[in-house]
T-cell receptor, first 110, second 112 residues
Framework: EDQVTQSPEALRLQEGESSSLNCSYT??????LFWYRQDPGKGPEFLFT???AGEEKEKERLKATLTKKESFLHITAPKPEDSATYLC???????????FGQGTRLTINP | NAGVTQTPKFQVLKTGQSMTLQCAQD?????MSWYRQDPGMGLRLIHY???????DQGEVPNGYNVSRSTTEDFPLRLLSAAPSQTSVYFC???????????FGSGTRLTVV
């Protein structure tokens, strides 16, 4: 069964304290791995797509990386406005759906 | 450019009532999907469409119907609401499923 697992479920950091979120996947064939940000009461907002192991993408304080078994979202020197739930999702070869992880709720304290 | 528009934002239904959740996109995207989001369950696919006139079931299709008569619109119909359908519903669209989906702001549905 295709599965995406995120850890930790929740993470609380001080402003400026760097860390990483993990997304591990067990899928039959990966076409792409997405990262989304979701603020309370809103829909997921697209951040990155990664297509192959070794690929990296950056946006402001965020950097996403991909290996054959997992993806990491590194957050460097975070600010309170980075507080949100971060979702990862896999697109499976031959399938039309995104398989989502349950998300990591990130809180950045000033 | 409005993106993906969902209406209504909030709805309370009584058990057994029917209703339609509306979704419209103005990006000329072929792929459209409906997801539900429940605490501890993540986002789960209800139905999807790869173009006008073509729809198919996702993981949790029971109790829901969809149709796609135009590229822009993809309504989700609840046939006979049940408390288990209390959830937040998201519509999403994409030009290609591997290029990233754009999500609407969601409909929070409560069935009492």
């Amino acid at each position: 069964e295709d599965q995406v697992t995120q850890s930790p479920e929740a993470l609380r950091l001080q402003e400026g304290e760097s860390s990483s979120l993990n997304c591990s996947y067990t899928v039959s064939g990966l076409r792409g791995l997405f990262w989304y940000r979701q603020d309370p009461g809103k829909g997921p907002e697209f951040l990155f797509t990664l297509y192959s192991a070794g690929e990296e993408k950056e946006k402001e304080r965020l950097k996403a990386t991909l290996t054959k078994k997992e993806s990491f979202l590194h957050i460097t020197a975070p600010k309170p406005e980075d507080s949100a739930t971060y979702l990862c999702a896999a697109v499976i070869q031959g399938a039309q759906k995104l398989v989502f992880g349950q998300g990591t709720r990130l809180t950045i304290n000033p | 450019n409005a993106g993906v528009t969902q209406t209504p934002k909030f709805q309370v239904l009584k058990t057994g009532q029917s209703m339609t959740l509306q979704c419209a996109q103005d990006m000329n995207h072929e792929y459209m999907s409906w997801y539900r989001q429940d605490p501890g369950m993540g986002l789960r696919l209800i139905h999807y469409s790869v173009g006008a006139g073509i729809t198919d079931q996702g993981e949790v299709p029971n109790g829901y119907n969809v149709s796609r008569s135009t590229t822009e619109d993809f309504p989700l119909r609840l046939l006979s609401a049940a408390p288990s359908q209390t959830s937040v519903y998201f519509c999403a669209s994409s030009s290609d499923r591997v290029y990233g989906y754009t999500f609407g702001s969601g409909t929070r549905l409560t069935v009492v």
